[in-house]
């Protein structure tokens, strides 16, 4: 079983900037990935990025260009770095280990970017 425990949401304009933390239970190096997800009011849970064990990174195209996922192993924790933020952002964002096959979620951070 993996906690995970996210952090780093809030309020801010619009171009702004915001960093989110997700602190993993496990040892994240193992893990086959870690993933921001997001989910706006009305709408589907969708994949923001991933970052797997190798490494290498995906993002979903809303976000190309303006977020950056990133881990630091030492301390078992993965950022989201959001540039750039536009309203179509605010969504309640969470974070996802994949040690294997399954997915372990956080309880979700609130982000709210205003016009």
């Known amino acids: 079983q993996v906690q995970l425990v996210e952090s780093g949401g809030g309020l801010v304009q619009a171009g702004g900037s915001l960093r989110l933390s997700c602190a993993a239970s496990?040892?994240?190096?193992?893990?086959?990935?870690m993933r921001w997800y997001r989910q706006a009011p009305g709408k589907q849970r969708e994949l923001v990025a991933v970052?797997?064990?190798?490494?290498?990174?995906n993002y979903g195209d809303s976000v190309k260009g303006r977020f950056t996922i990133s881990r630091d192993n030492a301390k078992n924790t993965v950022y989201l770095q959001m540039n750039s933020l536009k309203p179509e952002d605010t969504a309640v964002y969470y974070c996802?280990?994949?040690?294997?096959?399954?997915?372990?979620w956080g309880q979700g951070t609130q982000v709210t970017v205003s016009p």
């Open positions: 496990g040892s994240i190096f193992s893990f086959n990935s």
């Open positions: 970052i797997m064990g190798g490494g290498d990174t």
């Open positions: 996802a280990a994949q040690p294997l096959v399954n997915l372990y």
